[in-house]
T-cell receptor
Framework: DAGVTQSPTHLIKTRGQHVTLRCSPISGHKSVSWYQQVLGQGPQFIFQ???????GRGNFPDRFSARQFPNYSSELNVNALLLGDSALYLC?????????????FGPGTRLTVL | GQQLNQSPQSMFIQEGEDVSMNCTSS?????WLWYKQDPGEGPVLLIALYKAGELTSNGRLTAQFGITRKDSFLNISASIPSDVGIYFCAGRVNTGNQFYFGTGTSLTVIP
């Protein structure tokens, strides 16, 4: 079975630009969460979507937005990029109910902002 | 936000030795997860814990949900070179859908 997939693998942008990152969850998983992982730190929660609705939001500015599509894939958008947005962006998927707690991560998208 | 402190920050051990690491929080959690992350990859789920006092094993790995619900422990027995990586704990409070991750424990196994 395919795991969580993310695209692109790597991305280089300049300050002020906009970026869109994509995630496809494990087949059958309806919940997708996004995390930002800065080098040397643990992942930090950005958003959680379940059944196409936002169910949780971390402490990130409004420049960060996301959505989930009918096929449960998801996009993370970041506007007006700052140097500090450089990080590994991780997507995690999970089932509903108790299994929701078990999140499975994709390989991530490495974003570099110059 | 919630603070999850992991200790030790890093470990250097001989192959075959046992490893213990822990994670403490300032809040009560209702779920604890343990992950391993290799360089350039996403975290891989190792063990999930749902009840205070719960002890769960996955091969050579054993994790426990602390009685106070503010801590969790991970043990690795008879370490091997492929155990090298960064181990993260993650917890969720009773309300909300957010998981908080620890600061990580970097494990190096010397053959």
């Amino acid at each position: 079975d395919a795991g969580v997939t993310q695209s692109p693998t790597h991305l280089i942008k300049t300050r002020g630009q906009h970026v869109t990152l994509r995630c496809s969850p494990i087949s059958g998983h309806k919940s997708v969460s996004w995390y930002q992982q800065v080098l040397g730190q643990g992942p930090q929660f950005i958003f959680q979507y379940y059944e196409k609705e936002e169910r949780g939001r971390g402490n990130f500015p409004d420049r960060f937005s996301a959505r989930q599509f009918p096929n449960y894939s998801s996009e993370l958008n970041v506007n007006a990029l700052l140097l500090g947005d450089s990080a590994l962006y991780l997507c995690a998927s999970s089932l509903a109910g108790r299994e929701f707690n078990e999140q499975f991560f994709g390989p991530g998208t490495r974003l570099t902002v110059l | 936000g919630q603070q999850l402190n992991q200790s030790p920050q890093s470990m250097f051990i001989q192959e075959g030795e046992d490893v213990s690491m822990n994670c403490t929080s300032s809040s009560i959690f209702n779920t604890w997860l343990w992950y391993k992350q290799d360089p350039g990859e996403g975290p891989v789920l190792l063990i999930a814990l749902y009840k205070a006092g719960e002890l769960t094993s996955n091969g050579r790995l054993t994790a426990q949900f602390g009685i106070t619900r503010k801590d969790s422990f991970l043990n690795i027995s008879a370490s091997i070179p492929s155990d090298v990586g960064i181990y993260f704990c993650a917890g969720r409070v009773n309300t909300g859908n957010q998981f908080y991750f620890g600061t990580g424990t970097s494990l190096t196994v010397i053959p």
